[in-house]
């Protein structure tokens, strides 16, 4: 069983490595922002709850997000593992993340951080949002605010894996393909 984090800040291309990933590895994609993009389409109340928070670039409360993949997890019963995009985000997220995984007799593999300047990711959620019809990818205040979340909220979540001896950090930078086969030959080693 494979359970990988794919870690990084926004615009590392972490949705796009997920995409070649599940298919080469037949994983379940578990990406909280596409969930909540999602409920947000769909309308319900937890789509109108996150929007507040998505629309400034701030990250939604643990509880929310946390129950959210729970439920995921146990709709899940017959996935031979999961790549977690955008999850978790939080210290206490990753926490709840391996209690969950513990309850379901699994843990996380490792995580794959990719790495990425912070002028180069900027250029791409702006190439996005041309796109993407996401409010959070057109408006540079919102990006510099969901680059200062990750540094402030998410980046500890890398030294919680590390400590666990879980970490592996990628260049992010480059051919779409090389960065892939790269996380491939990390994968392959677990
Ligand atoms: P993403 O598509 O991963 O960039 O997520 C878009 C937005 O959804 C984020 O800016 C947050 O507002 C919200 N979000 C996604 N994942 C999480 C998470 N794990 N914790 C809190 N908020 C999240």
Redesign the pocket.
């Given at each position: 069983m494979l359970n990988i984090v794919l870690f990084g800040p926004?615009g590392a291309g972490?949705?796009t490595q997920s995409e070649k990933l599940i298919t080469k590895y037949g994983l379940t994609h578990l990406?909280?922002?596409?969930l909540?993009?999602k409920h947000l389409g769909e309308g319900t109340d937890l789509g109108k709850l996150?929007k507040k928070?998505?629309d400034e670039?701030?990250?939604?409360?643990?509880e929310v997000?946390i129950q959210m993949v729970e439920d995921k997890i146990s709709n899940s019963e017959n996935s031979s593992g999961f790549i977690f995009?955008?999850?978790?985000?939080?210290t206490a997220?990753a926490e709840a993340l391996d209690k969950m995984l513990a309850n379901h007799g699994m843990a996380i593999s490792g995580m794959i951080a990719l790495d990425v300047p912070f002028q180069i990711l900027k250029e791409r959620i702006i190439e996005r949002g041309k796109t993407s019809n996401r409010v959070?990818d057109q408006n540079e205040e919102k990006i510099n605010t969901?680059i200062k979340?990750y540094l402030d909220e998410t980046l500890p979540v890398a030294k919680y894996y590390e400590k666990q001896g879980k970490f592996k950090e990628i260049n992010g930078v480059g051919e779409i393909n090389d960065i892939f086969n790269e996380i491939s030959e990390t994968i392959d080693r677990y």
């Open positions: 926004p972490k949705g990406s909280t922002g596409d909540f993009r996150a928070y998505m670039g701030h990250l939604v409360p643990d997000v995009d955008g999850f978790p985000r939080t997220q959070d969901r979340v």
